[in-house]
């Protein structure tokens, strides 16, 4: 079955859909809010996951505040899990980021707001087999492969991570949209070489 798919590039822009402040990440645009599938959660839990917590700078075990979402553009099948882990410091700056925003990334405002501003992010990406339950969740068969995306979040006041969300997209909904920049050592053009060198190079 043909499902529609969505580009995912680099950039986060203000939501002006919402009735609130907050952002869009990609591959939601800027006008729209996505719908829930699931109930929101949002619930102190132990941060299990020894990369996760790694990246976010806590010890394996450490009770972390975990926002769990799962979304997608109203009328079409669920786009994506996201799970957020928010580090403890930004939860004693800002408890409100446990409630449900009025719009998208409000929570990420309200860390902002708190002194962390600004936030700046990095994302890991690479290619899986989702579990059973991400299957379910997202309507798709466990043949499927999906794109798992780790977002870090660096806070603007101490320069350590502040909140990595985890997206889970159905391999079948999104294409990645890259722009390539030159390294320094490609800025020039190619030196010229002595003409016999170029012959031998053409043989």
Known sequence: MMRLRRPRGNLVKRNLAADGPGYSFPSASSQEVWTHHVTPEASHQPLTDPRIAKLLGVPVGTSVLRRFRVTGPVSEPPFQINVSWIHPRGVADAPEVASQGRGPGDWLYRLERAGHWPISWVEFHRARMPTKDEAGLLEIPTSLPVLEI???????????????????VAGDRVETVHVLHRDESAQAPWPDVPRESRDDRSR
């Open 150 to 168: 780790v977002r870090v979040g660096t806070s603007g006041r101490d320069e350590q991570p502040i909140e990595v969300t985890e997206y889970v």
